[in-house]
Nanobody
Framework: QVQLVESGGGLVQAGGSLRLSCAAS????????MGWFRQAPGKEREFVSA????????YYAESVKGRFSISRDNAKNTVYLQMVNLKPEDTALYYC?????????????????WGQGTQVTVSS
């Protein structure tokens, strides 16, 4: 069992930055692939970024490529999402998720565990 707790969301102006953190419980964290997803009101949950278990591979949605950076610290059981040059369209509830396969996944159904989300609001 893995429990995930996101933090770091908030209200920022367009062009600003935030760093989201996702702290995981459980000794298996280092074997999981980790992903970030987001969901805006009235929209479906969408993939943002993912990292494999060893940090050797990362993957980004086109809409955030070049602005967001995913990383993980397996010693701290934490995955991060650094977001710069934020845009109003980045406003959403951001979720982290854990995938037992350890690989890069972009579909929500492939993830086994989810956090409760942290709100990111970008004002224009």
């Amino acid at each position: 069992q893995v429990q995930l707790v996101e933090s770091g969301g908030g209200l920022v102006q367009a062009g600003g930055s935030l760093r989201l953190s996702c702290a995981a419980s459980g000794r298996a964290f280092s074997t999981f692939g980790m992903g970030w997803f987001r969901q805006a009101p009235g929209k479906e949950r969408e993939f943002v970024s993912a990292i494999n278990w060893s940090s050797s591979r990362t993957y980004y949605a086109e809409s955030v490529k070049g602005r967001f950076s995913i990383s993980r610290d397996n010693a701290k059981n934490t995955v991060y999402l650094q977001m710069v040059n934020l845009k109003p369209e980045d406003t959403a509830l951001y979720y982290c998720a854990a995938d037992a396969s350890g690989t890069i996944r972009t579909t929500p159904d492939n993830y086994n565990y989810w956090g409760q989300g942290t709100q990111v609001t970008v004002s224009s």
